[in-house]
């Protein structure tokens, strides 16, 4: 049974306001006071330090860097915080690392900014703040600078996270939609749906046995054995909010091109069939957070597949269509039986707070 | 009276929830898809502009740099947003910009995550993102990455803000308090404890007929005419949350010396401390969000006032006390009468929400 996995805090949090005051997270917390000090350097920063963050200025200082930089930022509003195969923290550090990767870019630096509901159990931040510290340890990429809030009790929503990640880009083609032509390749480096169904089994409490985890991972090694596979990459992207149909609609916008995807290559296990079927959901429209979308040249997608394959990361990818020339350019779903169904940017509100 | 002057959106917000749903904020606008996209169009994109933004890729590109990095994160969770001189959108870009220039870092670029209470008034979305647009042109630092959520109505608090900075530092000696010693002057440049104040009285609602009004602004440019004085300057703090007591704590603790601040040469206008009174609040704990705690060179104070004089955020810069040596090192006020107070770090519960 999955119910009870993932901590609600909406629910479960608020039944443990009678616990002692020293077990949660209380609004003097966040005041910028003395109580502030104490309280990252018992739950905050233990599992983060770094030569660059311990010095704990107004901004940490990095040393130069060649070459062309990138920053990107997502808040995190997942509920619940914690769900099979990762938690908000995990989530946070992956999908601004992979944002990054997804450019072409190496990830430098990670910046974090808790905003913490008045009665958070300080046990889930104490796992939430080691999962973050596993997730960039495991990316090699140091979180450098943070800030952390309290918000009144009922004001908030347990924990929000907002992190920015600073990379720099190597000399070289960029990965952008303008080199896209008919003819290339599709490729998804993995099964598809399995975070976000795995938020919304986990949210729902629905009663599935089974083995659904959140796919959430960094991904910048994963992105550099592509490129530089030999095999031409022209574009990444990792397939978030909206899923992989909100990529091929993108694509389908950005290059004035079509897209068919192969409905029959979709790497969609059993229990995210399972699960999107109890739940309604179209599986090309969930969010996944371990996975990357991408374009590769006409022929080149075998020896960028061989480069995933021999990454821990990338051992179920597979070509999934291509890009054709339409009229009108739209994104189509070529069904096992030859049928066409276009494939549209979902409207927005199937998957609520999913990361 | 200021009563009615602050956006206080956990109470007047849901009082607009009988309005059309086109005027608030909706679940569906932070789902990452059509509408997302749509709503980004019409309240977020239009005042920010820029050639880094536009592209609206996964992380934005921006040039190569020289010289060492600096990267900076605060969330913002001010209530009420709207207040007397500034909201939570100027906030967010002043407080983020000031802590790189304090450390004597150009700002080169901002990142924006905004998290959404559902049923926000897209009218006071609308008045917050012109005042980020203000606030960052004023500045010259583009937004040039951001990410958009939503969350649930009694989930959140009507609307929080992360902003991330990446500056740069040029070679030179860097502000840091390893360089301070006995004799060094210490300085602010201009009048204490009006954002908070301005936001405490807003938020209570409390009868005062004043022109108090936060102080929030973008200080790049008069660090930069500070440090190019001739006067060495050894290091920067802007006093936010803790105040110049906080500064001047941590002062203590860095150097191992002691600080004595002359209570007489600190610039209280009358306003502020009449609102301090009313609220029981010190002005030397009261956050400020446009001004400067500077540590001088012994000799070098009257070089580097004279700079900020000439600058439009500094004409009301003065020296406030020295650097000493002490056994044990403490911060202390020196009072009208040759009295001495220690000065504490606020224990952190003082005001809550200020920023």
Redesign the interface.
């Known amino acids: 049974m999955l119910r009870g996995t993932g901590t609600a805090v909406?629910g479960e949090m608020r039944n443990t306001m009678k616990t002692r005051a020293d077990d949660h997270v209380m609004?003097?917390?966040?005041?910028?006071?003395?109580?502030?000090?104490r309280f990252l350097d018992a739950h905050v920063l233990p599992g983060l330090a770094n030569e660059f963050l311990d010095p704990l200025?107004?901004?940490?200082?990095?040393?130069?860097?060649?070459?062309?930089?990138?920053?990107?930022?997502?808040?995190?509003?997942v509920q619940p915080l914690e769900f099979p195969g990762g938690d908000i923290g995990r989530l946070a550090v992956c999908g601004t690392i992979?944002?990054?990767a997804?450019?072409g870019?190496r990830p430098l630096?990670l910046?974090?900014?808790?905003?913490m509901e008045e009665g958070l159990p300080l046990a889930v931040l104490d796992r939430v703040m080691a999962s973050i510290a596993g997730a960039a340890g495991e990316a090699g990429t140091p979180v450098?600078?943070?800030?952390?809030?309290?918000?009144?009790r009922?004001?908030?929503?347990g924990l929000?996270i907002?992190t920015?990640?600073?990379?720099v880009?190597d000399e070289g083609p960029?990965l952008?939609p303008g080199r896209i032509e008919a003819g290339d390749e599709i490729l998804v480096t993995g099964p598809i749906a399995e975070h976000g169904l795995a938020v919304m089994v986990a949210r729902e409490g629905l009663g599935i046995t089974s083995r659904l985890e959140s796919d959430a991972a960094p991904l910048a090694g994963l992105v550099e054995a592509m490129v530089s596979s030999g095999g031409e990459v022209k574009f990444l992207?990792?397939p978030?909010?909206?899923g992989v149909a909100?990529v091929v609609a993108d694509l389908v916008e950005d290059t004035g091109l079509g897209v068919e995807i192969e409905e029959e290559a979709l790497p969609v296990p059993a229990p995210v069939r399972h699960a999107a079927e109890l739940l309604g959901l179209d599986p090309l429209?969930v969010?996944n957070e371990g996975k990357i979308v991408v374009v590769a040249a006409k022929g080149a997608g075998e020896r960028v597949l061989e480069a995933c394959h021999a990454h821990p990361r990338g051992k179920g990818a597979v070509r999934i269509g291509r890009m054709v020339r339409a009229e009108p350019p739209l994104a189509e779903l070529i069904t096992s039986i030859g049928g066409r169904r276009i494939i549209?940017?979902?409207?927005?509100?199937?998957?609520?707070?999913i990361c």
């Open positions: 909406s609004l003097v917390h966040g005041g910028g006071g003395e109580m502030t000090r200025l107004d901004s940490a200082v990095l040393p130069p860097v060649e070459g062309s930089l990138c920053m990107t930022t997502d808040a995190f509003v992979n944002d990054l997804v450019m870019a630096a910046s974090l900014a808790l905003v450098v600078t943070g800030d952390t809030k309290v918000v009144e009922n004001r908030g929503d929000l907002t920015a990640g600073l990379g880009l960029r952008a992207r990792d978030t909010r909206g909100g429209t969010a549209q940017r979902p409207y927005g509100e199937e998957l609520p707070r």
